[in-house]
């Protein structure tokens, strides 16, 4: 065999040499010579703190079987580049803020970088950056999407693998999300619970899931205590201060005002509080719940109560997830739900 015929053989008959001796060992081939679950070798390739003897067990058993993560078979493919795309859509809103923040955080200690863009909740400037990550190589997506019409399959077909937050992004994608069906009605039932009877919800447009499910709390909770939930009550609005302003003006100008409003995130509720101290009503004269959290407002946040859901916690879990997929993990797409917690208004 010539000099040339042997370096062609090397290579392989494509010449994708790097590729071809790529191990076809999977994370769970791996977790099973070394006795130990397919999570504890995502951990270890992930950096995240295990015992030096299940590292040595798994490190051992990935050379026997050479098994490459995912990420690593994925660069010598394509030169992707260790980064992360974070695609939300309002980064002015303190719970995406917290969001990014927990993803970052975990995504850093595994060596990754995270670039973020800003979706502004608009289906067409979303699709520019899904379409970017899908062919600059980046190592995955985790995306809030910004709408049902979110489209992920440029991703799916690049090999990227992606994980919602706080909404889903359609079949066979991870997701982690929040309760939001169950924090709608926690709020709900907080003003009920402090003699408030026509409780309006401000929530954000209702293409968007999660004003779904918390306006779907908000009528669980109005049905169970009082019969019904009048309609004019539910008032659709941009997740936005402006949207609690204007939801505000509209809701008392009604022939027949409410009494109490539940906020269908931060800045509705903010918005929705500065409005009534204008009109030198606010809480607790009305009642008032906001979905999220109230990092900072105008009033003292004693008279206003908070289902406070755990962002941070929910890009943590996220980042998570997605390193798991960049090390191998390929298990069925699964669903992480977070529950929120009632912070009582003190004056209640």
């Not at 081939?29 to 590292?55: E, L, M, Q």
């Not at 293409?207 to 669980?220: K, L, M």
């Not at 201060?241 to 505000?248: F, H, P, T, Y």
């Not at 992480?336 to 208004?345: C, D």
Request: charged fraction near 20%.
């Amino acid at each position: 065999m010539s000099t040339r015929s042997r370096a062609r053989a090397a290579r392989g008959a494509d010449g994708g040499g790097a590729e071809a001796a790529l191990s076809t060992a999977t994370i769970y081939d791996v977790a099973k010579r070394a006795g130990v679950s397919p999570a504890t070798v995502s951990r270890v390739y992930n950096g995240v703190g295990v015992s030096p003897a299940k590292t040595e067990a798994v490190q051992r058993a990935a050379r026997e079987l050479k098994f490459v993560p995912n990420s690593t078979a994925r660069n010598l493919r394509t030169g992707s580049a260790n980064a992360i795309t974070l695609v939300i859509p309002d980064i002015e809103n303190p719970y995406f803020t917290e969001t990014a923040r927990g993803i970052e955080d975990v995504a850093s200690a595994a060596g990754y970088s995270v670039m973020l863009c800003n979706s502004d909740g608009d289906i067409a400037k979303e699709s520019t950056y899904l379409g970017i990550a899908a062919s600059a190589h980046m190592a995955g997506v985790i995306l809030a999407a910004a709408g049902d019409d979110t489209d992920v399959s440029a991703l799916r077909a690049a090999g990227r693998p992606i994980i919602a937050v706080d909404r889903s992004a359609g079949g066979g994608v991870d997701s982690v999300l929040m309760a939001n069906r169950a924090a709608g009605y926690a709020a709900t039932i907080d003003l009920l619970d402090a003699g408030y009877r026509r409780v309006a919800c401000m929530v954000g447009g209702m293409a968007i899931e999660t004003s779904r499910e918390r306006a779907q709390g908000w009528r669980d909770a109005m049905e169970e205590r009082l019969g019904s939930a009048d309609p004019a009550l539910l008032y659709p609005t941009t997740f936005h201060l402006e949207g609690g302003r204007v939801s505000i003006d509209a809701l008392l100008a009604a022939e027949n005002p409410p009494d109490g409003f539940v906020a269908g995130n931060n800045l509705i509720g903010m918005g929705a509080i500065q409005r009534l101290a204008e009109l030198g009503t606010p809480p607790p004269a009305y009642g008032m719940a906001v979905i999220g959290s109230l990092p900072y407002t105008i009033i003292s946040p004693s008279s206003v109560s908070i289902v406070r859901l755990p962002a941070r916690e929910m890009g943590m879990t996220a980042a998570r997830m997605l390193l798991d997929r960049l090390a191998g993990d390929d298990a069925p797409p699964r669903t992480v739900v977070l529950g929120g917690e009632l912070l009582p208004r003190l004056d209640s």
